[in-house]
């Protein structure tokens, strides 16, 4: 691997972090701190940003496993719905057991989201194998069912329940705490190992199934391998901080750009392009019209929808799969 693209996305790390630990309601410095001051970071700001380097890191290493495994740029766990079916599943745990559910949260998110990637797969196949564009519809359709069910529950909810899961749905990381950060960095680990397991098998699947067959690699069990792997990432994510797009859409393009296709290069800095963009989106959320918090999801999605409508032009004229 070239060493200066990482040396560089370690550096706007350390810049990052910084800048979060300092901006928020009260602007700190992270170098001289008063008792007052470093409760506020141990407290408030410490949490949120591991909790926010852990779901970016979770999507961007997802998106980048489905963009490989479909062949599609647009694929990232929020387009192809799998984002929504895990927070479908989670929201009945979190409304049931009022946030306590440190266990059930993470485990019904799992749930959820290895559904949905069935169902959306099923949807997406044809006579001729999984298609790009029909993989693209049944996900924003079935993300639109499942979003209307969601809110359909917590219309339902008792008013108190409503409230909290609306900014959990929004991404927002506000009420972000240590209870459930085992149990998802537990999911984000074995999906990142699995992931890295099965890298070969993922760089063969983006030139076709014909190169994996050609390579001695049986393209149906990697690619369910490889799913299973994206869906415990993005359950992990949904479990931590609720729903947040478009992450994992655009920071593998970007880590393409630097490093090239290869997964062994692609899967680690896209984990770590995507704790570093969620992490300034959330310091930015606080930061911007202080008192008033916007949450990080709303943040990159003001960011990554016009990214999404771009990517979708050029694969258009260039035409998909």
């Known amino acids: 691997m070239k060493r200066h693209p990482l040396f560089i996305m370690l550096g706007c790390l350390v810049l990052v972090l910084l ?15 008063d008792p007052l001051q470093l409760k506020i970071v141990l407290d408030l700001r410490l949490p949120r940003i591991v909790v926010a380097l852990l779901m970016g890191g979770s999507l961007g290493v997802a998106g980048a496993i489905l963009q490989g495994v479909f062949r599609n740029p647009l694929a990232d766990p929020y387009v192809l719905g799998t984002s929504s079916g895990a927070a479908l599943a989670a929201a009945f745990g979190l409304l049931a057991t009022q946030g306590t559910g440190v266990w059930l949260v993470p485990v019904l998110a799992l749930t959820g989201a290895l559904v949905t990637s ?50 959990w749905m929004a991404g927002d990381l506000a009420g972000a705490d240590w209870s459930v950060v085992p149990m998802a960095s537990l999911l984000m680990l074995f999906g990142f190992v699995l992931a ?29 391998l490889l799913v299973l792997a994206a869906s415990l990432l993005t359950a992990a994510s949904v479990a931590l901080g609720g729903i947040v797009g478009f992450v994992g859409l655009m920071v593998p393009h970007a880590v393409r750009a630097l490093v090239g296709a290869d997964a ?4 680690p800095l896209s984990a770590l392009g995507g704790g570093m963009l969620l992490c300034l989106a959330d310091t930015v959320g606080r930061s911007v019209l202080p008192p008033v918090e916007i949450p990080a999801g709303v943040v990159t999605a003001l960011i990554g929808a016009p990214w999404f409508l771009i990517m979708l ?6 035409g998909m799969r």
């Not at 062994?264 to 899967?267: A, T, W, Y």
């Open 19 to 33: 800048l979060s630990l300092s901006l928020g309601q009260r602007t700190i410095n992270p170098f001289q701190l």
């Open 118 to 167: 069935a169902v959306v797969v099923s949807l997406g196949r044809d006579a001729w194998g999984v298609r790009a564009e029909r993989l693209l519809l049944a996900g924003v359709g079935i993300g639109f069912f499942l979003s209307a069910i969601l809110m359909l529950v917590m219309s339902l909810a008792q008013a108190d329940g409503v409230k909290r899961a609306l900014l």
């Open 196 to 224: 890295l397991a099965r890298r070969r098998g993922l760089n063969a699947l983006a030139l076709g199934d014909e190169v994996a067959f050609g390579l001695g690699l049986e393209p149906g069990r990697e690619r369910t």
């Open 264 to 267: 062994r290069r692609v899967l």
């Open 313 to 318: 032009r050029r694969a258009t004229n260039g």
